[in-house]
């Protein structure tokens, strides 16, 4: 089961995170459970929906975070909360600065009434959430639906036009196939494909893609043959 990690210490906030985070999930959850052909992998598929972790301080989220490190599908965290014993006012930077060196790169949301922060964020390749903004839960679904990989994935070439769109395993597979060499170089340089595989419950092979860097290969038709071989 993947975990979704919230830190935040203000009851407003976190009453508006955590509602849209749940209607993100079981969005995702039932358009896994529509491409299931049996009502034992439907249940099996709700089971294994990601699930929300929300804590309040330092300590907690460290506790957290060495527990489910290998299940984290990402971190949203407030910049200023407690941290030993007193309210710290980088703690959030802290904490993506540990866990970046520690080695782990998964998504981060950085989330602060304080815009200073924005500029915080872009070394440590967080995104940023101004909690100011009158349009604080938009730019939220967008960080779930572009960084999670819910939703359809969309090949993208490096100029960000659509190239081509799969809204199942199938049609994600097929696309592999036949989409340019650009736009599979794009996706595999940023990850994208083991995200996307990993919020559809593909975690064995996105296990298996994760790893790789397109430097790996040869060309891009090894690649290309690579990943068509892990669903093979």
């Not at 799969?166 to 794009?186: G, N, P, R």
Request: glycine share 6%; proline share 3%.
């Amino acid at each position: 089961v993947r975990v979704i990690l919230l830190i935040e210490d203000s009851v407003g906030y976190y009453s508006v995170f955590l509602p849209t985070l749940y209607s993100e999930i079981m969005m995702q959850t039932f358009r896994l459970i529509q491409e299931e052909p049996t009502a034992g992998n439907k249940r099996l598929r709700m089971r294994m929906r990601p699930k929300v972790i929300l804590v309040h301080d330092f300590a907690q989220a460290e506790r957290v975070y060495k527990e489910y490190r290998d299940n984290l599908l990402c971190v949203i965290t407030d910049v200023q909360y407690e941290m030993g014993g007193q309210v710290d006012d980088q703690a959030g930077i802290r904490f993506v600065e540990q866990i970046r060196g520690d080695g782990c790169q998964i998504p981060v949301l950085l989330h602060s009434l304080d815009k200073a922060n924005q500029e915080r964020a872009k070394p440590l390749k967080a995104q940023f959430l101004d909690k100011n903004s009158p349009n604080l839960l938009g730019q939220l679904h967008d960080f779930v639906i572009k960084q999670l990989g819910f939703g359809d994935f969309v090949f993208r070439r490096e100029n960000g036009s659509e190239e081509r769109r799969a809204t199942s395993l199938v049609e994600f597979i097929q696309c592999l196939h036949e989409v340019s060499d650009d736009c599979l170089l794009y996706h595999a340089a940023h990850n994208r494909f083991s995200a996307w595989l990993i919020a559809h419950g593909e975690v064995e092979a996105a296990k298996h893609i994760q790893p790789k860097q397109a430097a790996d290969f040869p060309d891009t038709s090894g690649l290309r043959t690579f990943l068509i071989d892990v669903f093979d």
